[in-house]
T-cell receptor, first 111, second 115 residues
Framework: DAKTTQPPSMDCAEGRAANLPCNHS???????VYWYRQIHSQGPQYIIH???NNETNEMASLIITEDRKSSTLILPHATLRDTAVYYC????????????FGTGTRLTVIP | DTEVTQTPKHLVMGMTNKKSLKCEQH?????MYWYKQKAKKPPELMFV???????INESVPSRFSPECPNSSLLNLHLHALQPEDSALYLC??????????????FGPGTRLTVL
């Protein structure tokens, strides 16, 4: 699976959009981009995933660049409960479906 | 119901003790996982069970012994652990092992302290 690079930490004001970047320059054509988050002392929680088109669900939007070398997770209106570590994971289309977590981005939403 | 439950929430054990961690899901998932997470580090995969059979062991020491007695239960038996094994142990499940776009659902974890 391709390696990902994320900033170690970010702050966001409550009510504003949180934009979390992820670089995956070695991603291959059959690899998907997944996002999970882990709120303190809880298990990781699935957020969203995509291949090459932008995706949106009730939690977030995922924007993947045309060359697929990077992506951005957008939380449109961050709340204090969104404070967590956000993991960007690249997963192959075939093979084992276990997750390899990188170091993630610690997002702090500030009142 | 998308819940994975883990018991106990906290466990303190000595290096000579034998204990077990338990994980349960009732979503009909056929893949179950154990992850280990040290403080301020990301989760690391330990074991994967597919259709109640061990399919992946990430070179985990034998003092950790997984068991999948049925499709809803996953145990992790602990024996002769070391203090460096203190960590948060996370269980996860997903619908079907061969399905690539398979979302994993995680339990809250068991925080283990080895004295």
């Amino acid at each position: 699976d391709a390696k990902t690079t994320q900033p170690p930490s970010m702050d966001c004001a409550e009510g504003r959009a949180a934009n979390l970047p992820c670089n995956h320059s070695t991603i291959s054509g059959n690899e998907y981009v997944y996002w999970y988050r882990q709120i303190h002392s809880q298990g990781p929680q699935y957020i969203i995933h995509g291949l090459k088109n932008n995706e949106t669900n009730e939690m977030a939007s995922l924007i993947i660049t045309e060359d697929r070398k990077s992506s951005t997770l957008i939380l449109p209106h961050a709340t204090l409960r969104d404070t967590a570590v956000y993991y960007c994971i690249v997963r192959a289309k075939t093979g084992a479906n276990n997750l390899f977590f990188g170091t993630g981005t610690r997002l702090t939403v500030i009142p | 119901d998308t819940e994975v439950t883990q018991t106990p929430k906290h466990l303190v054990m000595g290096m000579t003790n034998k204990k077990s961690l338990k994980c349960e899901q009732h979503m009909g998932h056929r893949a179950m996982y154990w992850y280990k997470q040290k403080a301020k580090k990301p989760p690391e995969l330990m074991f994967v069970y597919s259709y109640e059979k061990l399919s992946i062991n990430e070179s985990v020491p034998s003092r950790f012994s997984p068991e999948c007695p049925n499709s809803s239960l996953l145990n992790l038996h602990l024996h002769a652990l070391q203090p460096e094994d203190s960590a948060l142990y996370l269980c996860a499940s997903s619908q079907a092992p061969a399905v690539v776009l398979d979302t994993q659902y995680f339990g809250p974890g068991t925080r283990l302290t080895v004295l």
